[in-house]
């Protein structure tokens, strides 16, 4: 699996970002997806994840309200739209192939990057 996230880039606070991440393989529909961002001198978090069908979706709560995770599984996409950004929402975001069990989420393959800037 190689996934590609695209759509980063700089804004003002109260903007809005539409975040991409295009997948090979044939098997795209099958997967749990999941977005995540690291902040400069912060850890990775966690964003937010949507099931094989799009039917599913959780979100940490600082993406609650104003980030929405989907898939368009007929061209192996994964999406996140962010609206009323937050300086505090600069990091590079990340997708991945991920899954879940128990309570416990994992990470099967990260993506590449894409840097989200929001100036105040």
């Known amino acids: 699996v190689q996934l590609q996230a695209s759509g980063g880039g700089l804004v003002q606070a109260g903007g809005s970002l539409r975040l991409s991440c295009a997948a090979s393989g044939r098997t795209f529909s099958s997967y749990m997806m999941g977005w995540f961002r690291q902040a400069p001198g912060k850890e990775r978090e966690f964003v937010a994840s949507?099931?094989?069908?799009?039917?599913?979706?959780y979100y940490a709560d600082s993406a609650k309200g104003r980030f929405t995770i989907s898939r368009d599984n007929a061209k192996n996409t994964l999406y996140l739209q962010m609206i009323n950004l937050k300086p505090e929402d600069t990091a590079i975001y990340y997708c991945?192939?991920?899954?879940?069990?128990?309570?416990?989420?994992?990470?099967?393959?990260w993506g590449q990057g894409t840097q989200v800037t929001v100036s105040s």
């Open positions: 949507i099931n094989w069908s799009g039917g599913s979706t």
């Open positions: 991945a192939k991920v899954w879940s069990r128990r309570g416990t989420l994992g990470v099967n393959y």
